[in-house]
C-alpha cells in the first residue's frame, strides 16, 4: 500500500533509539523527509546514518533539548513547515506517590505534557492553512491501564490525552488529525531499564526480569519496535484521515477493556 507520504515533512521526537526510532524509519521508508531529534549528538547522527542506509531517505539530525522552549525553537526552525509530527520522550520514573518529589512532578509535566503540547501549538496553524496534518503523541498503555507504580506517567500523559482530545474537535475539519500510540513492554531501552530496576530490587537475575516482564504480556513476548514505528506511519498516511482523537493500544493484546 502506498501510504501517501512521499516528500511529506516529519519531524520525530526523541528519536536516535527506541521507539522514536523505529517511527523515524517507518515513516523514511514509505518516503518521508524526517528530522530526527535528540540530545546526544554522537548517538543521534548514528541513528540518522542507520536510516539512510536502510531507507534512502533525506534525514536531518536535529541536537535539541525538547523540554526546553529553546530546544523546541531549534527544532522547529529546522523544519518550520511540517507535515507530520510524532511527539515522544523518555518517560517519567517508576515508584509510588511517597517516591516522586516536587522536581519529579515538575520534570514529567515538562516532558510528558508541556513540551508536546507546546510543539503542538507551534505546527496546528501552519497545518490547517495548508489542509495536511498528522500529530502522533507516543504515551503509554498506562493511560488506560494505571499501574501502582506508574502514577506519575499515567498522570501526566492523561492530560496529554485530554488537550489533544479536544483539540483534534477543531483541526479535523481541516484534515489535521490527533492520535495517541500507547506501547507496553516494547523491546527497547526503556525494558532494559525496568528489567534492571527489578534485578536491584529483588536480586534475580536479567533473564528472569525479562521474562516476568513477557509474562505480563498476553502474547507472552515484548514487542518490536519496527512493528511500533509500522502501525505509526500508518496514522500518518494519506488513508487515516477520518482516524482522530483515538487511543491505539499496543500491547500485545494485554488491555482487558471493551473500550
Known amino acids: 500500500m502506498d501510504l501517501g507520504i512521499t516528500g511529506r515533512k516529519a519531524i520525530v521526537c526523541a528519536s536516535s533509539k527506541g521507539l522514536g ?42 541536537v535539541a533539548d525538547i523540554d526546553t522552549e529553546d530546544g523546541r525553537a531549534t527544532l522547529l526552525a529546522a523544519c518550520p513547515e511540517p507535515d507530520i509530527l510524532v511527539n515522544n520522550n523518555a518517560g517519567p520514573p517508576p515508584g509510588k506517590l511517597d517516591d516522586w518529589s516536587y522536581d519529579d512532578w515538575m520534570k514529567g509535566i515538562h516532558a510528558n505534557m508541556l513540551a508536546p503540547i507546546f510543539l503542538i501549538k507551534a505546527v496546528v496553524p501552519g497545518m490547517r492553512a495548508r489542509k495536511w496534518g498528522r500529530i502522533i503523541n507516543i504515551t503509554s498503555a498506562m493511560v488506560k491501564s494505571p499501574s501502582p507504580t506508574m502514577g506519575l506517567s499515567t498522570a501526566v500523559r492523561t492530560g496529554l490525552t485530554a488537550l489533544s482530545k479536544s483539540l483534534q474537535r477543531d483541526t479535523v475539519v481541516d484534515n489535521v488529525t490527533i492520535n495517541n500510540l500507547l506501547p507496553e513492554r516494547f523491546n527497547t531501552d526503556r525494558q532494559k531499564f525496568m528489567a534492571e530496576r527489578q534485578v536491584k530490587l529483588r536480586g534475580i537475575t536479567l533473564e528472569e526480569a525479562y521474562a516476568e516482564i513477557a509474562d505480563t504480556i498476553a502474547a507472552k513476548r515484548l514487542g518490536d519496535p519496527a512493528d511500533f514505528g509500522d502501525a505509526c506511519a500508518y496514522f500518518c498516511s494519506a488513508q487515516a484521515s477520518f482516524i482522530s482523537g483515538q487511543n491505539l493500544q499496543l500491547d500485545g493484546g494485554s488491555y482487558r477493556g471493551l473500550v
Request: proline share 0%.
Open 21 to 62: 526510532l523505529a517511527c523515524a524509519t517507518s515513516l523514511a521508508r514509505e518516503g518521508a523527509v524526517v528530522f530526527i531529534n535528540g540530545r546526544d549528538e554522537s548517538r543521534l547522527a548514528g541513528a540518522a546514518e542507520t536510516i539512510r542506509a536502510q531507507t534512502g531517505a533525506q534525514v536531518t539530525a536535529v
